[in-house]
Protein backbone atom coordinates (compact mmCIF):
# COMPACT_ATOMS: atom_id res chain seq x y z
CA UNK A 1 0.00 0.00 0.00
CA UNK A 2 1.96 3.29 -1.13
CA UNK A 3 1.74 6.22 0.90
CA UNK A 4 0.17 8.16 -1.42
CA UNK A 5 -3.14 6.02 -1.41
CA UNK A 6 -3.43 5.61 2.55
CA UNK A 7 -3.30 9.54 2.35
CA UNK A 8 -6.05 9.64 -0.25
CA UNK A 9 -8.08 7.62 2.49
CA UNK A 10 -7.45 9.23 5.10
CA UNK A 11 -8.39 12.43 3.50
CA UNK A 12 -11.21 10.72 2.01
CA UNK A 13 -12.70 9.83 5.79
CA UNK A 14 -12.45 13.10 6.87
CA UNK A 15 -15.32 14.29 4.17
CA UNK A 16 -17.04 11.53 3.20
CA UNK A 17 -18.94 8.90 5.54
CA UNK A 18 -16.97 6.02 5.91
CA UNK A 19 -14.21 7.52 3.23
CA UNK A 20 -16.26 6.14 0.37
CA UNK A 21 -19.76 6.74 -1.83
CA UNK A 22 -20.60 2.98 -1.55
CA UNK A 23 -20.21 0.87 1.13
CA UNK A 24 -18.39 -2.70 -0.38
CA UNK A 25 -15.87 0.20 -1.67
CA UNK A 26 -14.79 0.28 1.66
CA UNK A 27 -12.65 -3.33 1.85
CA UNK A 28 -14.06 -4.20 4.95
CA UNK A 29 -14.95 -7.72 3.92
CA UNK A 30 -11.25 -8.35 3.02
CA UNK A 31 -9.79 -6.25 5.94
CA UNK A 32 -8.08 -3.97 3.84
CA UNK A 33 -7.43 -0.59 2.78
CA UNK A 34 -9.05 0.59 -0.48
CA UNK A 35 -7.25 1.50 -3.57
CA UNK A 36 -7.67 4.50 -4.83
CA UNK A 37 -8.31 4.48 -9.01
CA UNK A 38 -6.39 6.86 -11.39
CA UNK A 39 -7.00 5.72 -14.67
CA UNK A 40 -8.10 3.10 -16.47
CA UNK A 41 -7.69 1.28 -20.35
CA UNK A 42 -9.06 -1.65 -21.82
CA UNK A 43 -8.91 -4.54 -19.35
CA UNK A 44 -6.91 -2.79 -16.73
CA UNK A 45 -7.06 -0.25 -14.41
CA UNK A 46 -4.09 1.65 -12.82
CA UNK A 47 -3.99 2.98 -8.74
CA UNK A 48 -2.45 6.18 -7.86
CA UNK A 49 1.26 4.74 -7.77
CA UNK A 50 0.47 3.61 -11.45
CA UNK A 51 0.71 0.05 -10.57
CA UNK A 52 -1.05 -2.14 -13.31
CA UNK A 53 -4.15 -4.48 -12.42
CA UNK A 54 -5.86 -6.99 -14.80
CA UNK A 55 -9.69 -5.83 -13.86
CA UNK A 56 -12.58 -7.84 -13.60
CA UNK A 57 -14.78 -5.88 -11.58
CA UNK A 58 -15.21 -3.70 -14.51
CA UNK A 59 -17.22 -0.76 -12.48
CA UNK A 60 -19.15 -3.93 -11.21
CA UNK A 61 -20.29 -4.72 -14.72
CA UNK A 62 -21.08 -2.38 -17.17
CA UNK A 63 -17.37 -2.25 -18.94
CA UNK A 64 -18.16 -4.81 -20.91
CA UNK A 65 -16.32 -3.24 -24.31
CA UNK A 66 -13.18 -2.47 -22.08
CA UNK A 67 -12.48 0.95 -20.30
CA UNK A 68 -12.06 4.48 -22.18
CA UNK A 69 -13.35 2.34 -25.44
CA UNK A 70 -12.50 4.97 -27.76
CA UNK A 71 -15.93 5.28 -29.63
CA UNK A 72 -17.68 5.69 -26.43
CA UNK A 73 -15.13 8.37 -25.43
CA UNK A 74 -15.74 10.04 -28.76
CA UNK A 75 -19.43 9.59 -28.17
CA UNK A 76 -18.94 11.00 -24.55
CA UNK A 77 -16.70 14.11 -25.74
CA UNK A 78 -19.47 15.12 -28.63
CA UNK A 79 -22.10 15.12 -26.44
CA UNK A 80 -20.40 17.10 -23.55
CA UNK A 81 -19.59 19.55 -26.51
CA UNK A 82 -23.28 20.32 -26.95
CA UNK A 83 -24.42 20.34 -23.61
CA UNK A 84 -24.35 17.90 -20.25
CA UNK A 85 -28.02 18.56 -19.31
CA UNK A 86 -30.68 19.92 -20.68
CA UNK A 87 -34.18 18.68 -18.47
CA UNK A 88 -35.82 18.24 -21.99
CA UNK A 89 -36.45 15.23 -24.48
CA UNK A 90 -33.39 14.40 -26.76
CA UNK A 91 -33.44 12.09 -29.71
CA UNK A 92 -31.26 9.75 -28.10
CA UNK A 93 -33.24 8.53 -25.45
CA UNK A 94 -36.05 7.83 -28.32
CA UNK A 95 -33.19 6.09 -30.25
CA UNK A 96 -31.99 4.66 -26.94
CA UNK A 97 -35.62 3.31 -26.21
CA UNK A 98 -35.96 1.18 -30.03
CA UNK A 99 -32.51 -0.51 -29.09
CA UNK A 100 -34.09 -1.36 -26.02
CA UNK A 101 -37.25 -2.45 -27.67
CA UNK A 102 -35.99 -4.02 -30.16
CA UNK A 103 -33.51 -6.41 -28.86
CA UNK A 104 -35.46 -7.44 -25.85
CA UNK A 105 -38.64 -8.95 -26.72
CA UNK A 106 -40.70 -8.29 -23.94
CA UNK A 107 -40.31 -4.61 -23.62
CA UNK A 108 -42.77 -2.26 -25.70
CA UNK A 109 -42.26 0.65 -24.44
CA UNK A 110 -39.36 2.02 -22.19
CA UNK A 111 -38.89 4.74 -18.86
CA UNK A 112 -35.50 5.96 -18.40
CA UNK A 113 -34.06 6.41 -15.33
CA UNK A 114 -30.58 7.72 -13.62
CA UNK A 115 -29.88 4.35 -11.86
CA UNK A 116 -31.21 0.73 -11.61
CA UNK A 117 -32.28 1.44 -7.90
CA UNK A 118 -35.10 3.91 -9.32
CA UNK A 119 -35.39 1.70 -12.01
CA UNK A 120 -36.57 -1.06 -9.44
CA UNK A 121 -38.43 1.75 -7.38
CA UNK A 122 -40.18 2.66 -9.97
CA UNK A 123 -41.37 -1.10 -11.02
CA UNK A 124 -42.40 -1.71 -7.90
CA UNK A 125 -44.88 1.16 -7.74
CA UNK A 126 -45.97 0.64 -11.58
CA UNK A 127 -46.68 -3.19 -10.22
CA UNK A 128 -48.91 -1.98 -7.04
CA UNK A 129 -50.93 0.56 -8.87
CA UNK A 130 -51.40 -1.11 -11.85
CA UNK A 131 -52.63 -4.19 -9.51
CA UNK A 132 -53.90 -2.28 -6.92
CA UNK A 133 -52.13 -4.97 -4.61
CA UNK A 134 -49.66 -4.02 -2.11
CA UNK A 135 -47.56 -6.85 -1.29
CA UNK A 136 -44.24 -7.42 -2.94
CA UNK A 137 -42.18 -10.59 -3.27
CA UNK A 138 -38.45 -10.88 -3.99
CA UNK A 139 -35.80 -13.82 -3.18
CA UNK A 140 -33.33 -13.72 -0.28
CA UNK A 141 -29.66 -12.49 -1.61
CA UNK A 142 -31.08 -10.81 -4.85
CA UNK A 143 -30.38 -6.92 -4.33
CA UNK A 144 -32.39 -4.53 -6.39
CA UNK A 145 -31.36 -1.02 -5.20
CA UNK A 146 -31.30 0.58 -1.78
CA UNK A 147 -34.79 1.87 -1.78
CA UNK A 148 -36.90 0.76 1.45
CA UNK A 149 -39.05 -1.97 0.38
CA UNK A 150 -36.39 -3.64 -1.38
CA UNK A 151 -33.38 -4.23 1.43
CA UNK A 152 -34.97 -6.79 3.31
CA UNK A 153 -32.82 -9.99 2.95
CA UNK A 154 -31.00 -7.78 0.08
CA UNK A 155 -27.32 -9.11 -1.16
CA UNK A 156 -24.37 -7.11 -2.56
CA UNK A 157 -23.07 -5.03 0.19
CA UNK A 158 -25.99 -5.76 2.91
CA UNK A 159 -24.80 -9.52 2.56
CA UNK A 160 -20.95 -8.54 2.77
CA UNK A 161 -21.76 -6.34 5.43
CA UNK A 162 -23.76 -8.79 7.22
CA UNK A 163 -26.81 -6.55 7.96
CA UNK A 164 -30.22 -8.37 7.02
CA UNK A 165 -31.84 -4.78 6.76
CA UNK A 166 -31.17 -1.81 7.49
CA UNK A 167 -32.37 0.78 10.59
CA UNK A 168 -34.44 3.49 9.20
CA UNK A 169 -36.88 1.05 7.23
CA UNK A 170 -40.35 1.15 9.27
CA UNK A 171 -41.90 -2.51 10.07
CA UNK A 172 -44.82 -1.25 8.31
CA UNK A 173 -42.56 -1.13 4.81
CA UNK A 174 -40.88 -4.00 5.75
CA UNK A 175 -44.42 -6.37 6.30
CA UNK A 176 -45.05 -5.27 3.01
CA UNK A 177 -42.12 -7.30 1.60
CA UNK A 178 -41.95 -10.84 1.41
CA UNK A 179 -38.47 -12.58 1.02
CA UNK A 180 -37.99 -16.34 -0.43
CA UNK A 181 -35.09 -18.55 -1.02
CA UNK A 182 -33.68 -18.73 -4.50
CA UNK A 183 -34.31 -21.45 -6.69
CA UNK A 184 -36.95 -23.21 -4.16
CA UNK A 185 -40.06 -24.25 -5.78
CA UNK A 186 -41.71 -25.67 -2.44
CA UNK A 187 -41.62 -22.06 -0.83
CA UNK A 188 -42.63 -20.45 -4.10
CA UNK A 189 -45.77 -22.48 -4.43
CA UNK A 190 -46.55 -22.27 -0.83
CA UNK A 191 -46.35 -18.39 -0.59
CA UNK A 192 -48.34 -18.01 -3.90
CA UNK A 193 -51.12 -19.90 -2.36
CA UNK A 194 -50.96 -18.17 1.07
CA UNK A 195 -50.77 -14.44 -0.60
CA UNK A 196 -51.06 -15.25 -4.16
CA UNK A 197 -53.95 -12.66 -4.03
CA UNK A 198 -52.82 -9.98 -2.40
CA UNK A 199 -48.88 -10.04 -4.03
CA UNK A 200 -48.59 -7.32 -6.93
CA UNK A 201 -44.84 -8.28 -8.44
CA UNK A 202 -42.44 -10.68 -7.68
CA UNK A 203 -39.16 -9.08 -8.69
CA UNK A 204 -35.96 -11.54 -9.08
CA UNK A 205 -32.35 -11.75 -11.05
CA UNK A 206 -33.06 -13.70 -13.65
CA UNK A 207 -29.13 -14.91 -13.11
CA UNK A 208 -28.45 -14.41 -9.47
CA UNK A 209 -25.33 -12.11 -9.34
CA UNK A 210 -25.56 -9.86 -5.56
CA UNK A 211 -24.52 -13.15 -3.57
CA UNK A 212 -21.89 -14.03 -6.04
CA UNK A 213 -23.04 -15.49 -9.19
CA UNK A 214 -25.96 -18.18 -8.85
CA UNK A 215 -27.71 -18.89 -12.06
CA UNK A 216 -31.50 -20.13 -11.63
CA UNK A 217 -31.89 -24.00 -11.46
CA UNK A 218 -34.20 -25.88 -14.21
CA UNK A 219 -37.54 -24.78 -14.75
CA UNK A 220 -37.18 -22.34 -11.64
CA UNK A 221 -38.27 -19.66 -13.90
CA UNK A 222 -40.07 -21.10 -16.16
CA UNK A 223 -42.60 -21.96 -13.05
CA UNK A 224 -42.36 -18.69 -11.91
CA UNK A 225 -43.47 -17.24 -14.81
CA UNK A 226 -46.51 -19.72 -15.02
CA UNK A 227 -47.37 -19.06 -11.52
CA UNK A 228 -47.52 -15.13 -11.59
CA UNK A 229 -49.33 -15.37 -14.59
CA UNK A 230 -51.99 -17.90 -13.57
CA UNK A 231 -52.48 -15.16 -10.07
CA UNK A 232 -52.35 -11.98 -12.13
CA UNK A 233 -49.01 -11.22 -10.02
CA UNK A 234 -46.51 -8.81 -12.17
CA UNK A 235 -43.07 -10.82 -13.04
CA UNK A 236 -40.44 -8.16 -12.75
CA UNK A 237 -36.68 -9.78 -14.47
CA UNK A 238 -33.77 -7.19 -12.56
CA UNK A 239 -31.82 -7.44 -15.24
CA UNK A 240 -29.15 -4.20 -14.36
CA UNK A 241 -25.97 -6.60 -14.52
CA UNK A 242 -27.37 -9.16 -17.09
CA UNK A 243 -29.06 -6.94 -19.53
CA UNK A 244 -26.39 -7.09 -22.29
CA UNK A 245 -24.13 -9.17 -20.87
CA UNK A 246 -24.60 -12.35 -22.43
CA UNK A 247 -26.43 -11.64 -25.75
CA UNK A 248 -27.42 -8.40 -27.77
CA UNK A 249 -30.23 -8.50 -25.46
CA UNK A 250 -31.42 -9.55 -21.84
CA UNK A 251 -30.64 -12.82 -19.84
CA UNK A 252 -34.49 -13.90 -21.00
CA UNK A 253 -33.56 -14.11 -24.24
CA UNK A 254 -31.60 -16.97 -23.95
CA UNK A 255 -33.87 -18.24 -21.11
CA UNK A 256 -36.84 -17.49 -23.55
CA UNK A 257 -39.26 -16.28 -20.28
CA UNK A 258 -40.88 -13.11 -20.75
CA UNK A 259 -41.06 -11.17 -17.60
CA UNK A 260 -44.09 -8.46 -17.40
CA UNK A 261 -41.17 -5.77 -16.20
CA UNK A 262 -37.65 -6.04 -16.86
CA UNK A 263 -35.12 -3.26 -14.88
CA UNK A 264 -32.14 -2.13 -16.89
CA UNK A 265 -28.96 -0.40 -16.33
CA UNK A 266 -25.06 -0.49 -16.50
CA UNK A 267 -24.10 -1.70 -19.86
CA UNK A 268 -26.67 0.57 -21.60
CA UNK A 269 -24.99 3.52 -20.06
CA UNK A 270 -21.83 2.20 -20.78
CA UNK A 271 -20.22 3.15 -17.14
CA UNK A 272 -22.25 6.71 -16.65
CA UNK A 273 -25.25 6.49 -14.70
CA UNK A 274 -27.98 5.37 -16.10
CA UNK A 275 -31.75 3.00 -15.28
CA UNK A 276 -34.51 2.23 -17.25
CA UNK A 277 -37.72 0.20 -16.78
CA UNK A 278 -39.69 -1.17 -19.95
CA UNK A 279 -42.08 -3.59 -20.23
CA UNK A 280 -45.99 -4.38 -21.91
CA UNK A 281 -47.31 -1.46 -23.36
CA UNK A 282 -50.45 -2.19 -21.47
CA UNK A 283 -48.45 -1.75 -17.73
CA UNK A 284 -46.18 0.97 -18.80
CA UNK A 285 -49.15 3.31 -19.85
CA UNK A 286 -50.12 3.88 -16.35
CA UNK A 287 -46.78 6.01 -15.96
CA UNK A 288 -47.64 9.73 -15.76
CA UNK A 289 -48.26 11.72 -17.68
CA UNK A 290 -50.62 8.88 -19.75
CA UNK A 291 -51.01 7.48 -16.60
CA UNK A 292 -51.27 8.50 -12.64
CA UNK A 293 -49.10 6.49 -11.42
CA UNK A 294 -46.46 9.45 -11.34
CA UNK A 295 -42.23 8.85 -11.80
CA UNK A 296 -40.05 11.70 -12.37
CA UNK A 297 -36.17 12.31 -12.63
CA UNK A 298 -34.66 15.75 -13.95
CA UNK A 299 -31.61 13.73 -15.37
CA UNK A 300 -33.68 10.65 -16.72
CA UNK A 301 -32.24 10.34 -20.34
CA UNK A 302 -28.97 12.77 -19.58
CA UNK A 303 -27.72 13.24 -22.74
CA UNK A 304 -24.29 11.91 -21.78
CA UNK A 305 -25.77 8.82 -20.65
CA UNK A 306 -27.62 8.22 -23.92
CA UNK A 307 -25.04 8.84 -26.43
CA UNK A 308 -22.38 6.77 -24.00
CA UNK A 309 -24.83 4.08 -23.74
CA UNK A 310 -26.19 4.47 -27.75
CA UNK A 311 -22.31 3.85 -28.83
CA UNK A 312 -21.66 0.84 -26.56
CA UNK A 313 -24.76 -0.58 -27.95
CA UNK A 314 -24.16 -0.54 -31.47
CA UNK A 315 -20.89 -1.65 -30.56
CA UNK A 316 -21.86 -4.57 -29.44
CA UNK A 317 -24.76 -5.20 -31.72
CA UNK A 318 -22.14 -5.12 -33.88
CA UNK A 319 -20.43 -7.85 -31.66
CA UNK A 320 -23.34 -9.63 -31.05
CA UNK A 321 -21.82 -12.90 -32.82
CA UNK A 322 -18.71 -12.62 -30.65
CA UNK A 323 -20.33 -13.30 -27.26
CA UNK A 324 -19.58 -16.96 -27.48
CA UNK A 325 -16.06 -16.28 -27.85
CA UNK A 326 -16.78 -14.17 -24.17
CA UNK A 327 -18.12 -17.02 -22.97
CA UNK A 328 -15.61 -20.00 -23.84
CA UNK A 329 -12.90 -17.57 -22.62
CA UNK A 330 -14.94 -16.84 -19.32
CA UNK A 331 -15.10 -21.03 -19.18
CA UNK A 332 -11.21 -21.61 -19.91
CA UNK A 333 -10.55 -19.30 -17.45
CA UNK A 334 -12.66 -20.69 -14.55
CA UNK A 335 -11.84 -24.19 -15.54
CA UNK A 336 -7.82 -23.73 -14.69
CA UNK A 337 -8.61 -21.77 -11.91
CA UNK A 338 -10.55 -24.71 -10.65
CA UNK A 339 -7.75 -27.23 -11.36
CA UNK A 340 -5.23 -25.37 -9.90
CA UNK A 341 -7.13 -25.16 -6.50
CA UNK A 342 -7.98 -28.59 -6.88
CA UNK A 343 -4.24 -29.01 -7.46
CA UNK A 344 -3.68 -27.65 -3.69
CA UNK A 345 -6.35 -29.41 -2.41
CA UNK A 346 -8.57 -26.58 -1.60
CA UNK A 347 -12.27 -26.35 -1.89
CA UNK A 348 -13.53 -24.36 -4.46
CA UNK A 349 -16.94 -24.15 -5.68
CA UNK A 350 -17.25 -22.02 -9.32
CA UNK A 351 -20.46 -20.47 -10.37
CA UNK A 352 -20.63 -19.35 -13.80
CA UNK A 353 -22.88 -18.36 -16.26
CA UNK A 354 -21.53 -16.62 -19.59
CA UNK A 355 -18.85 -13.96 -18.93
CA UNK A 356 -19.92 -13.37 -15.13
CA UNK A 357 -18.41 -15.85 -12.37
CA UNK A 358 -17.94 -16.14 -8.74
CA UNK A 359 -15.09 -18.23 -6.44
CA UNK A 360 -16.63 -19.70 -3.78
CA UNK A 361 -14.89 -21.11 -1.19
CA UNK A 362 -16.23 -24.38 -0.40
CA UNK A 363 -17.26 -27.71 -1.44
CA UNK A 364 -20.91 -26.34 -2.90
CA UNK A 365 -22.95 -26.38 -4.66
CA UNK A 366 -24.02 -22.76 -3.59
CA UNK A 367 -27.93 -22.59 -4.98
CA UNK A 368 -29.19 -19.93 -2.89
CA UNK A 369 -27.65 -17.24 -0.35
CA UNK A 370 -27.49 -19.90 2.75
CA UNK A 371 -25.37 -22.23 0.90
CA UNK A 372 -23.49 -18.75 -0.27
CA UNK A 373 -22.99 -17.59 3.23
CA UNK A 374 -21.28 -21.45 4.38
CA UNK A 375 -18.32 -19.98 2.41
CA UNK A 376 -14.91 -19.36 4.03
CA UNK A 377 -14.43 -15.45 3.82
CA UNK A 378 -11.47 -15.37 5.49
CA UNK A 379 -9.40 -17.49 3.06
CA UNK A 380 -11.63 -15.55 0.68
CA UNK A 381 -9.76 -12.32 1.80
CA UNK A 382 -6.57 -14.11 1.44
CA UNK A 383 -6.73 -15.04 -2.09
CA UNK A 384 -7.97 -11.62 -2.93
CA UNK A 385 -5.01 -9.96 -1.12
CA UNK A 386 -2.65 -12.69 -2.45
CA UNK A 387 -4.23 -11.87 -6.33
CA UNK A 388 -3.82 -7.96 -5.76
CA UNK A 389 -0.38 -8.15 -5.15
CA UNK A 390 0.40 -9.82 -8.35
CA UNK A 391 -1.62 -7.60 -10.34
CA UNK A 392 -4.91 -8.27 -10.41
CA UNK A 393 -8.21 -7.04 -9.58
CA UNK A 394 -10.91 -8.86 -8.06
CA UNK A 395 -14.37 -7.42 -6.25
CA UNK A 396 -13.62 -6.92 -2.37
CA UNK A 397 -16.24 -9.45 -1.20
CA UNK A 398 -16.81 -13.10 -1.68
CA UNK A 399 -20.52 -11.90 -2.45
CA UNK A 400 -20.12 -10.37 -5.58
CA UNK A 401 -19.74 -11.38 -9.21
CA UNK A 402 -16.15 -11.16 -11.45
CA UNK A 403 -16.68 -9.94 -15.34
CA UNK A 404 -14.79 -10.56 -18.16
CA UNK A 405 -14.93 -7.86 -21.12
CA UNK A 406 -14.11 -8.17 -24.94
CA UNK A 407 -10.84 -6.43 -24.25
CA UNK A 408 -9.47 -9.29 -21.89
CA UNK A 409 -7.05 -10.93 -24.47
CA UNK A 410 -5.47 -14.59 -24.23
CA UNK A 411 -2.17 -12.70 -22.73
CA UNK A 412 -4.58 -11.22 -19.91
CA UNK A 413 -5.82 -14.79 -18.83
CA UNK A 414 -2.53 -16.41 -19.00
CA UNK A 415 -1.21 -14.00 -16.41
CA UNK A 416 -4.18 -14.08 -14.26
CA UNK A 417 -3.55 -18.12 -14.18
CA UNK A 418 0.42 -17.36 -13.01
CA UNK A 419 -0.79 -15.07 -10.45
CA UNK A 420 -2.99 -17.44 -9.03
CA UNK A 421 -0.66 -20.17 -8.73
CA UNK A 422 1.25 -17.71 -7.18
CA UNK A 423 -1.82 -16.54 -4.59
CA UNK A 424 -2.21 -19.94 -3.78
CA UNK A 425 1.40 -20.53 -2.29
CA UNK A 426 0.78 -18.67 0.63
CA UNK A 427 -3.09 -19.25 0.94
Known amino acids: MSKKNERAFANAKKFISGGVNSPVRAWQAVNGTPLFVDKAKGSKIYDLSGKEYIDYVLSWGPIILGHAHPKIIAAIRQSAINGTSFGA ?20 QVRMTSSGTEAAMTAIRLARGFTGKKLIAKFSGCYHGHADSMLIKAGSGVTTLGIPGSPGIPEETAQLTLSLPYNNLDSLQKVIDIHGSQIAAIIVEPIAGNMGVVPPREVFLETLRELTAKKNIILIFDEVITGFRFTFGGAQNLLKIKPDLTCLGKIIGAGLPVGAIGGRKEIMSHLAPLGDIYQAGTLSGNPLAMNAGLAALNLLKEKKDEFKILDGKTKYLCSEIENLFKGKGVCVC ?14 GPVFDLATAQKSDTKMFARFFHGMLKQGVWLAPSQFEALFLSFAHTKKDISFTLDACKRALKNI
Open 89 to 108: PTEAETEMARLICESIPSIE
Open 350 to 363: INRFHSMFTIFFQE
